[in-house]
């Protein structure tokens, strides 16, 4: 895997959409299959970097992922 | 700097208030990503965080104070870390007993204003498509996937994935111009 398809995975997984099973849990995202252990460690410090400028940017100090849960908790 | 103590809005949560559990994952879900980057080689911790916090807000009205600060944080980070190691075990269960036993102490940290405020007017700064599509990222309210949100934008997804990029890219630059540094936002 050549470092530009490695970042593109990482960038297709920064994403808080998330496929469900048949239950309605949440699964990994399939670009997350393809990394291999550094690739998923380097998702890992995205999220945590993204995550953190999205709430920063929110009004509400919320980043998408909290967006995501809400909207599932409020239906 | 004293520590907050976001157990000021269980009694809400348990209540029902999904604004006060809102207020509450703006300050909680920073710590318990962290918490879980021991994982980050074996599971999605961004699909173990989120399936955490919506248990946690199912299991809340049960969480009963124990005299210390940050109670339900400490009970979501108990969560996150057990759903992370059933993911493991259905993978290899020989990883499991060496991630397994007291759990570190995690706090919520405060909002730097000088980086949000960095940040927002770097935020202004950034050219039309790629702000449309970090916006669409930022905004969407419809848990669209990717592919969706570029649509919607009359992008490819290629083409919107390369404009979150830039669009990254360019706060990091202006954050760094500003005398701001990445590695700030998330410590």
Redesign the interface.
């Known amino acids: 895997m050549t470092p530009a398809e490695r970042?593109?995975l990482i960038?297709?997984?920064?994403?808080?959409?998330?496929p469900r099973d048949l239950d309605g849990?949440?699964?990994?995202?399939p670009a997350?299959h393809d990394l291999d252990?550094?690739g998923?460690?380097a998702?890992?410090?995205e999220?945590?970097?993204?995550?953190?400028?999205?709430?920063?940017?929110?009004d509400?100090?919320?980043?998408?992922?909290?967006?995501?849960?809400?909207?599932?908790?409020?239906g | 700097m004293a520590h907050r103590d976001l157990d000021e809005h269980l009694p809400a949560i348990a209540g029902g208030d999904?604004d006060a559990?809102?207020r509450w994952?703006?300050?909680a879900?920073?710590p318990l990503?962290?918490s879980?980057?021991t994982f980050?080689?074996?599971?999605?911790?961004?699909?173990v965080?989120?399936?955490s916090?919506?248990r946690v807000?199912q299991v809340a009205p049960r969480c009963e104070p124990d005299g210390r600060p940050n109670g339900l944080l400490r009970l979501a980070q108990r969560v996150a870390r057990n759903l992370a190691i059933d993911a493991l075990r259905r993978q290899r269960a020989a990883h499991v007993e060496l991630l397994e036993g007291d759990l570190p102490t995690i706090e919520p940290q405060p909002?730097d204003e000088h980086?949000?405020d960095t940040?927002?007017r770097c935020?202004n700064k950034l050219p039309e498509r790629p702000a449309q599509a970090l916006d669409a990222?930022?905004h969407?309210?419809?848990?669209?996937?990717?592919r969706e949100l570029a649509s919607a934008l009359d992008m490819q997804l290629n083409t919107f994935?390369q404009n979150?990029?830039r669009a990254?890219r360019l706060?990091a630059e202006c954050l760094q111009r500003h005398g701001v540094q990445?590695k700030e936002?998330?410590t």
């Open positions: 970042d593109d960038e297709r997984a920064t994403t808080a959409w998330r849990g949440l699964r990994a995202h997350f252990d550094d998923r460690r998702l890992h410090e999220l945590e970097l993204q995550r953190r400028l999205e709430a920063l940017l929110d509400d100090g919320l980043s998408t992922t909290a967006r995501a849960v809400l909207r599932r908790i409020r | 999904a559990f809102a994952l703006a300050a879900e920073a990503r962290r879980l980057r980050a080689a074996n599971v999605d911790t961004e699909a965080l989120q399936e916090l919506l807000w909002v980086v949000r940040l927002r935020r990222r930022l969407d309210r419809e848990l669209r996937n990717d994935l979150i990029t990254r706060l990445l936002v998330t």
